[in-house]
């Protein structure tokens, strides 16, 4: 992929640029690894780590963002709890019915993984957006922030391999494992060009999150028409991710949603900026 390929206008500098001279071979070498040994993938390890390492990325750069925000010490508090408290009883109910199999297809004749993965967003993105303390908190932390932290989506990889090895329908592993590797591939780039180029790093770091969204519409999509339920249009050799199978079911039931709302959050803050740097005399 090269520059060339993209609008000028929104093509990050050389130096975000240079941030894939690591990313990109480390992700390269994790894929093949899980490749090369699938039980790797199969433990359900590196899956785990990686949640628990995102949710507590989010908690550490709420309360770092609110040590930056001007409010009183009791404000802080209150704010990281309200978010925070929600956030982990989500977490705790998600990872709880994933591992008793309450996503599975057959469980219940409720679409119970599509309300997983709609419900949240629903619900927390016109919360989030509204929020004028959450707006405190998005004028307080460094904008880069909240895109570097998708880096993690590079762990879609696993659903990218899946399909190569035949365990996952390759008409919805495909798409989405690549989909996902390049959103996190190019989530540092993005959010280097946003921290130091201005108007054109604004511009990269809207095209990043609109084809991070984009990315989950087309997985979702997918991932709907090929597991069995009322929106089955294919049938695959194999189970879809919304066969509801512990670990990989909490990608749809958790960590979905919770990049879009990381998504919206994102868009607010960079638009928000953008409307009080236009406002300064």
Do not use: C
Request: hydrophobic share 55%.
């Amino acid at each position: 992929m090269t520059t060339a390929a993209f609008p000028t206008d929104i093509v990050p500098s050389g130096p975000a640029w240079r941030s894939l001279l690591w990313i990109a071979p480390a992700t390269l070498a994790w894929t093949m690894l899980i490749y090369w040994q699938p039980a790797i993938s199969a433990s359900g390890v590196p899956s785990a780590a990686a949640r628990l390492m995102t949710y507590g990325l989010i908690g550490l750069g709420l309360s770092l963002a609110l040590e930056r925000a001007d409010l009183t010490p009791g404000q802080r508090r209150a704010t990281w709890l309200l978010v925070m408290v929600p956030f982990t009883l989500w977490f705790a109910v998600a990872w709880s019915a994933a591992i008793n199999g309450v996503f599975h297809a057959d469980t219940s004749p409720l679409p119970v993984l599509p309300l997983a993965i709609f419900l949240p967003a629903i619900i927390g993105a016109p919360l989030l957006l509204r929020s004028k303390r959450m707006g405190q908190v998005l004028d307080a932390m460094p904008a880069a922030w909240l895109i570097a932290l998708q880096a993690y989506r590079v762990v879609g990889s696993v659903f990218l391999v899946a399909g190569l090895r035949g365990a996952l329908p390759g008409v919805f592993a495909l798409p989405a494992g690549i989909g996902d590797v390049l959103t996190g591939l190019f989530a540092a780039p993005a959010a280097i060009a946003l921290a130091t180029s201005g108007a054109q790093g604004r511009r990269a770091a809207i095209a990043w999150n609109i084809f991070g969204l984009a990315d989950f519409a087309v997985a979702i999509t997918l991932g709907l028409i090929t597991s069995a339920g009322p929106f089955q249009l294919i049938v695959p050799n194999v189970p879809s991710i919304g066969a509801g199978v512990y670990p990989n079911v909490l990608t749809p039931a958790f960590v979905v949603p919770s990049s879009i709302l990381l998504h919206a959050l994102s868009l607010r803050q960079i638009f928000r900026r953008r409307g009080l740097a236009a406002a300064r005399p």
